[in-house]
């Protein structure tokens, strides 16, 4: 069979690569010159089981309505006459009930763990380089009430069979020396000691240039304008180049990963995605030798920061801000990041430019990603990966190309349409 995976970040990158070992022909098509230009380039750097919990629970509502109109928000909404951002909200609101809060939790926490499984495979396989740390992730809590709720995430994660141990500021010193200088600020921590950190960027690069020589086609700089339908299936892309140069491109199944881009590709094919873009921010550093940075990656649970190590890089990353696709960055959200990380990090010496940068994470209401089928027979669809694409990268691939091969999905998953 011929697969024509649409969108080359990590979700059809990862795709393309499972797609490949399977067998099949395999082409992708990216409007950008290389892979994992747009929302893959700069994320936070965290393999992420530790935290399946989504932005949506029945906490969520005070907090947006508290930080309403801050610039420096951790969680920021800016209303706007989009109905789609609207008809989104209200359904964030409605994942925001306990029941369905457990519910997304549970299924997030399950792909997350059989895509670990994936990636320890996968980088066995290949040996790919990415700047990747085995050194756990330690979520911090800087006030008492959220601190007073980390024993019952441990034991949440643990229900799932995540390692997960609460630790005093002691062992949160023992576990990253460099938090030394904002020890009085730090109340405890969540200590997940089987996560881990690396470059998604590198990572999506490097497995393209696997894909590559395994036989995979990568069709980059042609925007996908459309699919073409006939007889009640999809028999072609249409793409242009940048110069207007029209071209279909056919193949026996289609499979939809262009994150955010995701739900106006389909809809004219009857096929709704509750997808809308959440903006978020990061910022990378570039170490002097004389820095006392961190290894161990770091969630600030009270800012929505997380942080991670990249070789000589310090990569800071988080927010989030439901503005629709806009992607200029705001000095104001970059200054609160840089802030956090003077506050955390004093010993951080930057040396040459700050890299920063904004992406739209391609966001569900409950943070479920869709991964499936369309509603004609040969469109397939993973995407939605919202707060996790990196962390969830390699399961989605390998569900998705099982499933493309009309194997039934083992994982316990909401498969969409199955
Ligand atoms: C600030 C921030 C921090 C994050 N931190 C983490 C983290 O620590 N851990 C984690 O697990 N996740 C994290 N994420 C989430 C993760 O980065 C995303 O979920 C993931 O990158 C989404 O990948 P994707 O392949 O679905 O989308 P993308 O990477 O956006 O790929 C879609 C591709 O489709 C292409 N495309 C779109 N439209 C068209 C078109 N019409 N024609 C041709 N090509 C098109 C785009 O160019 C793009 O390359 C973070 C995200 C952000 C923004």
């Known amino acids: 069979m011929h697969v024509i995976i649409l969108g080359a970040g990590l979700t059809g990158v990862t795709s393309a690569w499972y797609l490949k070992q399977a067998g099949h022909a395999v082409t992708v098509i990216e409007r950008q010159p290389a892979a994992g230009l747009e929302t893959s380039y ?125 630790v005093g500021t002691r062992d949160c010193l023992s576990i990253e020396p460099a938090l030394a200088h904002c020890r009085d600020k730090i109340q405890g921590g969540l200590y997940a000691p089987e996560d881990e950190s690396g470059d998604a960027l590198s990572f999506t690069q490097r497995l393209s240039e696997r894909c590559q020589q395994a036989g995979v086609a990568f069709r980059y700089g042609l925007r996908i304008e459309s699919l073409v339908v006939r007889r009640g299936a999809v028999v072609a892309a249409h793409v242009s180049d940048e110069t207007g140069a029209a071209e279909q491109i056919g193949g026996d199944a289609f499979l939809v990963a262009l994150g955010s881009h995701s739900a106006a590709l389909v809809r004219p094919l009857g096929d709704a995605l509750p997808i809308y873009p959440v903006k978020g921010y990061s910022v990378t550093l570039t170490l002097a030798a004389d820095s006392e940075a961190p290894y161990v990656s770091i969630t600030d649970e009270s800012r929505r920061i997380v942080c991670s190590r990249l070789g000589n890089r310090l990569r800071v990353a988080g927010t989030a801000e439901l503005a629709g696709f806009d992607e200029h960055i705001n000095p104001a959200r970059c200054a609160a990041i840089l802030r956090r990380v003077e506050e955390l990090f004093p010993q951080v010496r930057p040396t040459g430019e700050v890299e920063y940068w904004a992406g739209l994470r391609p966001a569900t209401p409950g943070n479920v990603p869709v991964i499936g089928r369309g509603s004609l027979g040969n469109l397939f669809f993973n995407t939605g990966h919202g707060t996790l694409g990196w962390t969830l990268a390699c399961g989605s691939g390998q569900a998705i190309a099982g499933i493309i091969d009309g194997q039934p999905p083992r994982l316990e998953f909401p498969f969409h349409n199955l």
Request: net charge positive.
């Open 42 to 166: 700069a994320n936070g750097g965290q393999i992420s089981v530790s935290h399946p919990e989504p932005w949506a629970n029945p906490g969520a509502p005070g907090q947006v309505l508290r930080w309403l109109g801050r610039e420096d928000a951790p969680l920021l909404f800016r209303p706007s006459l989009d109905w789609r951002q609207w008809s989104w909200s209200l359904r964030f609101l409605l994942e925001c009930l306990p029941g369905r809060t457990r519910r997304n939790t549970a299924a997030i926490a399950r792909l997350a763990l059989h895509s670990r499984d994936c990636l320890h495979a996968l980088q066995k396989e290949t040996g790919l380089e990415y700047d990747r740390l085995e050194k756990g992730i330690l979520h911090l809590f800087f006030s008492p009430r959220e601190f007073s709720q980390a024993g019952q995430r441990a034991a949440l994660l643990q229900g799932f069979g995540v390692r997960a141990e609460v």
